[in-house]
């Protein structure tokens, strides 16, 4: 296979890792990582989302002191897509720093899969710095069973280094077929929707807190839904124990984070996760120390792919 074969098989996994199902997922195949929707849509209604003709209350208007969040009322969430398309414009085109947390572990204490995702944005999600890590006994990334993605965009390309135990790939600009470099926005890993809607729409018993004139506290203690997806993993016989979330009256999800009970491959698990968006307007993205090695390399980079 040649270099630039090579870049772009890279590129479509990259693509395909945006996906990171949130609780509430289902086996189905419309589920799956491939179906996230783009964070540069207009806030409306997501491309996923079912259609509000089905029940689902819209939620408009701009936010006022003391007003729920979009999709949010006293008696729960009574619109989550509107909610999911709420947080989508609370952070469009504003940086933020975010962090999520998941972990399977089997009765004895064995991880069977973790993953940790920490990065920061900035404005317009052309500038950001990513980093992935998974373990465990499950295949994660790439194939990987413990290791980490790292990706840098400065605006214009973006640069890319996987690490293995202590091996590290040499970081290199992540270029099309043809070579070209792929901009940032095609390469995004993340997405401010990151399954909301879905997640709040598979609680039940739902219970809404005001904290202040501008944050609420949503709790939930039982699941709709006998069966969730995390990442590629199936988890069935679901019971939650506990999804608390905040939220702000724009509809900003602040955090979220849940613990269940279930069953993969029929042998009993717990699954918790953690996802928190922090800093929304002050975020600086950095460049990583080893983006300098890529600087230092690029003309040589530029020189091999063009006598190849």
Same mark, same amino acid.
């Given at each position: 296979m040649t270099r630039h074969a090579l870049l772009a098989v890279l590129v479509a996994l990259l693509i395909v890792l945006a996906g990171c199902n949130a609780f509430g997922?289902?086996?189905?195949?419309?589920?799956?990582?491939?179906?996230?929707?783009?964070?540069?849509?207009?806030?409306?209604? @997501?491309?996923?989302?079912?259609?509000?003709s089905a029940g689902e209350e819209t939620t408009t208007g701009t936010p006022g002191v003391g007003s729920y969040p979009p999709g949010v009322s006293a008696d729960g969430i009574s619109a989550p897509f509107s909610l999911a398309s709420a947080h989508a414009g609370a952070l469009e085109n504003r940086s933020y720093t975010v962090r999520t947390a998941y972990e399977i572990r089997y009765q004895n204490g064995t991880v069977y899969a973790g993953d940790s995702i920490t990065a920061t944005v900035g404005p317009g999600d052309d500038t950001y710095r990513? /980093?992935?890590?998974?373990?465990?006994? @499950?295949?994660?990334?790439?194939?990987?069973? $413990?290791?980490?993605?790292?990706?840098?965009? $400065?605006?214009?390309?973006?640069?890319?280094?996987? =690490?293995?135990?202590? $091996?590290?790939?040499?970081?290199?600009? =992540? !270029?099309?077929?043809?070579? +070209?470099?792929?901009?940032?926005? +095609?390469?995004?890993?993340?997405?401010?929707? +990151? /399954? %909301?809607?879905t997640a709040f729409s598979r609680l039940s018993n739902v219970?809404?807190?005001?904290?202040?004139?501008? @944050?609420?506290?949503?709790?939930?203690?039982?699941?709709?839904?006998?069966?969730? !997806?995390? !990442?590629? %993993?199936?988890?069935?016989?679901?019971?939650?124990?506990?999804?608390?979330?905040?939220?702000?009256?724009?509809?900003?999800?602040?955090?979220? /984070?849940? /613990?269940?009970?279930?069953?993969?491959?029929?042998?009993? =698990?717990?699954?918790?996760?953690?996802?928190?968006?922090?800093? =929304?307007? $002050?975020?600086?993205v950095e460049a990583p120390p080893w983006y300098d090695e890529v600087l230092e390399n690029a003309t040589a980079l530029d020189t091999t792919s063009t006598t190849a």
């Open positions: 997922g289902t086996d189905s195949p419309t589920e799956s990582a491939t179906s996230v929707p783009t964070v540069r849509s207009t806030p409306t209604e @997501a491309p996923d989302s079912p259609s509000t990513y /980093r992935r890590t998974v373990r465990g006994k @499950a295949t994660g990334v790439l194939g990987m069973t $413990n290791g980490s993605i790292h990706l840098y965009a $400065n605006g214009s390309v973006v640069v890319r280094r996987f =690490v293995v135990g202590t $091996n590290a790939t040499e970081p290199f600009v =992540v !270029r099309d077929a043809n070579g +070209d470099p792929v901009p940032p926005h +095609d390469v995004f890993p993340l997405a401010p929707y +990151d /399954r %909301i809607g219970s809404v807190e005001r904290l202040n004139d501008s @944050a609420y506290r949503v709790r939930a203690t039982e699941s709709a839904t006998e069966s969730v !997806r995390i !990442r590629a %993993i199936s988890v069935r016989n679901v019971s939650l124990e506990t999804f608390t979330a905040t939220i702000t009256a724009d509809g900003l999800v602040r955090e979220y /984070r849940y /613990r269940l009970r279930g069953t993969v491959d029929g042998h009993a =698990v717990t699954v918790t996760k953690r996802y928190r968006y922090a800093d =929304v307007g $002050n975020t600086t």
